[in-house]
């Protein structure tokens, strides 16, 4: 299948975390369907930060898929603020993540800027070429404006 990662409420991810362990992922649906199944199930009384918190969990996960006889690595995440499906990020297109504290405006102008600074590389470039661009671009990122970080997920 892949990685998944989540943040959020502790609990709910390590429920979805054993659940996807134990039945291991089958394909997408699957995961979706375990993450919409503990949320539900996760309906007990909630204090006001225990709310926030389920509103406010979220995974990300790659995963292999096959396209024109062609394995592809995918990129997909799910978040209830974005609706109740999985987001895919388009092929060859960063996935830049920002904190929830970030403006739409900085997370426009940062995003703008590594789009623009940041491009893939050719396999026969030299493998120390992708490190040196990741460390360059995050180093530059500490010094923006309001001290925003992010962590990028390379497609």
């Given at each position: 299948m892949g990685l998944i990662t989540g943040a959020g409420?502790?609990?709910?991810?390590?429920v979805v975390k054993r659940r996807l362990k134990e039945?291991?992922?089958?394909d997408t649906n699957h995961v979706l369907n375990i993450i919409r199944e503990e949320r539900r199930l996760y309906q007990k009384p909630l204090s006001s930060l225990e709310q926030h918190l389920i509103e406010n969990t979220g995974w990300i996960f790659s995963y292999l898929t096959v396209n024109r006889d062609n394995y592809v690595l995918r990129l997909a995440m799910y978040h209830p603020r974005f609706g109740d499906d999985l987001g895919l990020f388009a092929d060859n297109d960063p996935a830049i993540i920002f904190p929830q504290e970030a403006t739409e405006e900085d997370a426009k102008l940062i995003g703008d800027f590594l789009k623009e600074s940041v491009k893939p590389f050719e396999q026969e470039e030299n493998k120390l070429h992708g490190p040196l661009i990741l460390n360059a671009c995050a180093s530059a990122c500490v010094s923006l404006p309001r001290h925003l970080y992010f962590w990028r997920i390379f497609s």
């Amino acid at each position: 299948m892949g990685l998944i990662t989540g943040a959020g409420s502790v609990e709910l991810l390590d429920v979805v975390k054993r659940r996807l362990k134990e039945e291991g992922p089958r394909d997408t649906n699957h995961v979706l369907n375990i993450i919409r199944e503990e949320r539900r199930l996760y309906q007990k009384p909630l204090s006001s930060l225990e709310q926030h918190l389920i509103e406010n969990t979220g995974w990300i996960f790659s995963y292999l898929t096959v396209n024109r006889d062609n394995y592809v690595l995918r990129l997909a995440m799910y978040h209830p603020r974005f609706g109740d499906d999985l987001g895919l990020f388009a092929d060859n297109d960063p996935a830049i993540i920002f904190p929830q504290e970030a403006t739409e405006e900085d997370a426009k102008l940062i995003g703008d800027f590594l789009k623009e600074s940041v491009k893939p590389f050719e396999q026969e470039e030299n493998k120390l070429h992708g490190p040196l661009i990741l460390n360059a671009c995050a180093s530059a990122c500490v010094s923006l404006p309001r001290h925003l970080y992010f962590w990028r997920i390379f497609s």
